[in-house]
């Protein structure tokens, strides 16, 4: 499996800001960068704004299967405007097809002008790292 496939799995990422922090989020991985929604829900707008260093890491254990694969990044994240598109494209991995048949909890925020999303770029392209053995 490469690393694009890996993380095109709706998979849990857990994200580390310096507090320290860290929390699970939903991502995409897109251009480069990986990609999460912040609202006025969240303080990890004033968090990155204060210090935009991050560090990432998606994994899997499955032992029945003997997957134990990780990804694992730092770099900086910073929050930008809402691109919708984008943010469907994210939540539709997750919650499947259509606003419409979401939660309002995932819905609603993306009608908040505080919604953003939280650009997150590696220093270095994310390696996949078979963890198996």
Same mark, same amino acid.
């Given at each position: 499996? !490469?690393?694009? $496939? &890996?993380?095109? @799995?709706? =998979?849990?990422? *857990?994200?580390a800001?310096?507090?320290?922090?860290? *929390?699970?989020?939903? &991502?995409?991985?897109? !251009? +480069?960068? %990986?990609?999460?929604? #912040?609202g006025?829900?969240? /303080?990890?707008?004033?968090?990155?704004?204060? $210090?935009?260093?991050?560090?990432?890491?998606? !994994?899997?254990?499955?032992?029945?299967? +003997?997957?134990? =694969?990780?990804?694992?990044?730092?770099g900086?994240?910073?929050?930008?405007?809402?691109?919708?598109? *984008?943010?469907?494209?994210?939540?539709? /991995?997750?919650? +499947?097809? +259509?606003?419409? #048949?979401?939660?309002? @909890? &995932?819905? !609603?925020?993306?009608?908040?002008?505080?919604?953003? =999303?939280? *650009? %997150? #770029?590696?220093?270095?392209?994310? @390696?996949? @790292?078979?963890?198996?053995?």
């Amino acid at each position: 499996m !490469d690393v694009d $496939d &890996f993380l095109a @799995r709706p =998979l849990v990422a *857990r994200v580390a800001t310096n507090g320290p922090e860290v *929390r699970p989020v939903w &991502f995409l991985w897109e !251009d +480069g960068a %990986f990609w999460w929604l #912040t609202g006025s829900y969240s /303080r990890m707008e004033r968090i990155l704004a204060a $210090d935009p260093r991050v560090a990432l890491v998606i !994994d899997t254990c499955d032992l029945a299967a +003997g997957e134990v =694969l990780s990804v694992t990044c730092r770099g900086t994240a910073e929050a930008v405007p809402l691109d919708l598109p *984008r943010a469907l494209r994210k939540l539709t /991995r997750y919650l +499947g097809p +259509g606003p419409h #048949t979401w939660p309002a @909890r &995932f819905s !609603d925020p993306l009608n908040d002008p505080a919604t953003k =999303l939280i *650009r %997150f #770029t590696p220093d270095h392209p994310p @390696r996949l @790292r078979d963890l198996s053995w």
